[in-house]
């Protein structure tokens, strides 16, 4: 018997309520339903919308659920202690092991693999590749198990995908995801996998893979399962915005719709007379768009870059609180297609930098910000130096990247580098002409060992000189052109830039050899 549910409502709010008096009705008060979301983002406006209705006063909570992301379903069906041998980490193993061995068929990766020594970098894309291949197109892979011969020959140069798929089942350990992940939907359909929540919700699932839509309609079997999805105006020429912006949804809604024998749409939420509301019945409607009206729901605020940009939402958001004294800051989203790039901007706009005298403080300062979904290195920035300078010895090393290393808080602090101090760094490194690489030796990756001019160590060796020789007016010592801009105030900071590249030449020669896992650990 199929329990899915498909829900619907043209507003979130809407689908939100909807949610609310459903799982409120559920049977046994101390069951815990699985809900899953897209992202933190969700999970907390989703939260509040189920606290403000668990209670007359709106000051509830959220609770009784056990939440996760949409992603981590399989891991809560397989277990925590599960080791995915075809991870893309692990896979790349197996991958340079294939093509060690000679696998027929693999010489065009082989070949790819040996042009430069970035030989496990590219063998991690392919292995990456592969990986979103079983999770977006696991009915391909099946049809490449199936008939290796005939796929590779439809595929003619590409080939080698398939004859390195087929390779790996030799060399990777346990069983391949398309084939596992098969056998899992299977076991929780006939029962034999244990489903510890009496109910599953999947909330605004705004993407899916084939996989995870396979595994709810096998938990349908078993227990219902409600999906709770924003639905999309039609896609119709008189409403140009409508079936650009609601493109993914109606593929979405179409996806969901053939594993759901239910569809229920509510629809509670009566249109508004303001610009927004026009325009968003509009778009549900595909009808043409209205003519604006300048009430204030609907504005347009051009800036000229990401920091100005910022700055702008700062006035805007400070002026709503400040006109309405409803308006609280959990009532507020921003969003942006990358808030990994705007999160320095924001947090140097929201953000009291202390240490001043003066007694007025902006209001944004008070506003609590939190940026969700951001990557590790942005919410780490030992993580982002450790990524940094692990990459530095296969990039070019520019003097950008120099720049940007000794700028790193970290850095700076260790090496007493104040903004100040940093503003003049980046006027040296100009005048030394540092371009790219670090040193011949590193210049040696780029087949140019005898050429070592604008490099990291013989700008730092000019700028050394020009602070020693500064009162002899000497043009060159030696081979070495001075510079003449060094100032003995300058001294403390050509130290400083001296000692820490001299540190990260030897971290990235070091990096840059083989060595056992327990060597590694030492490394880093």
Do not use: K
């Amino acid at each position: 018997m199929n329990e899915m549910r498909l829900h619907t409502a043209g507003d979130l709010g809407t689908l939100a309520r909807a949610f609310v008096a459903a799982s409120a009705s559920e049977g046994d008060p101390f069951a815990r339903p699985l809900l899953l979301v897209p992202g933190a983002g969700v999970q907390r406006w989703l939260g509040q919308q189920v606290a403000r209705a668990s209670a007359a006063d709106g000051e509830g909570v959220f609770a009784g659920f056990d939440v996760h992301r949409v992603g981590a379903l399989e891991r809560l069906l397989t277990g925590e202690g599960a080791v995915d041998g075809w991870e893309a980490e692990r896979l790349v193993w197996a991958v340079l092991a294939a093509v060690g061995a000679g696998s027929p068929g693999l010489e065009p990766l082989a070949a790819h693999l040996a042009a430069n020594d970035q030989r496990y970098a590219n063998a991690l894309r392919v292995s990456r590749l592969l990986r979103r291949y079983a999770d977006h197109r696991p009915a391909m892979l099946a049809a490449w198990s199936s008939d290796p011969e005939a796929e590779a020959a439809a595929l003619g140069f590409d080939g080698w995908q398939v004859r390195l798929w087929s390779a790996l089942h030799d060399h990777a350990t346990g069983e391949d995801p398309v084939a596992r992940r098969a056998g899992l939907a299977a076991a929780i359909a006939a029962g034999r996998v244990p489903v510890p929540w009496p109910a599953v919700h999947v909330f605004a699932p705004r993407r899916s893979t084939p996989v995870q839509r396979a595994l709810l309609a096998a938990l349908a079997t078993r227990v219902p399962v409600h999906v709770w999805l924003p639905a999309s105006g039609p896609e119709a020429p008189a409403n140009a915005l409508g079936s650009s912006l609601g493109r993914a949804a109606r593929e979405a809604q179409a996806q969901w719709s053939a594993l759901s024998p239910v569809v229920e749409v509510h629809d509670d939420h009566a249109p508004r007379a303001t610009a927004l509301g026009r325009l968003q019945a509009s778009v549900l409607a595909g009808v043409p768009v209205p003519e604006p009206v300048d009430d204030g729901t609907v504005q347009v605020h051009a800036s000229h870059a990401a920091g100005r940009q910022v700055e702008v939402l700062r006035e805007v958001l400070t002026g709503l609180f400040a006109d309405d004294p409803t308006l609280e800051p959990r009532d507020v989203v921003v969003a942006c297609p990358d808030p990994a790039a705007l999160a320095p901007h924001l947090a140097a706009a929201f953000t009291d930098p202390g240490g001043t005298a003066r007694a007025w403080r902006h209001p944004a300062t008070g506003l609590r910000l939190q940026v969700v979904e951001a990557d590790a290195a942005g919410a780490n920035q030992l993580f982002s130096l450790l990524r940094d300078l692990l990459t530095l010895g296969a990039s070019r090393a520019t003097a950008s990247q120099l720049l940007d290393l000794a700028a790193h808080p970290f850095v700076a602090r260790r090496f007493g580098l104040g903004p100040d101090q940093l503003e003049r760094l980046e006027e040296l490194v100009a005048a030394s002409a540092i371009r790219w690489g670090i040193n011949p030796e590193h210049r040696a990756r780029f087949g140019l060992r005898d050429v070592q001019q604008n490099t990291w160590q013989l700008g730092v060796q000019r700028l050394v000189l020009g602070e020693a020789f500064s009162d002899d007016h000497l043009a060159s010592v030696g081979v070495v052109a001075t510079v003449d801009d060094v100032s003995s105030t300058d001294t403390g900071l050509v130290g400083a830039l001296a000692e820490l590249v001299s540190r990260v030449s030897r971290l990235v020669r070091t990096l840059s050899g083989d060595g056992t896992v327990a060597e590694w650990v030492a490394r880093l």
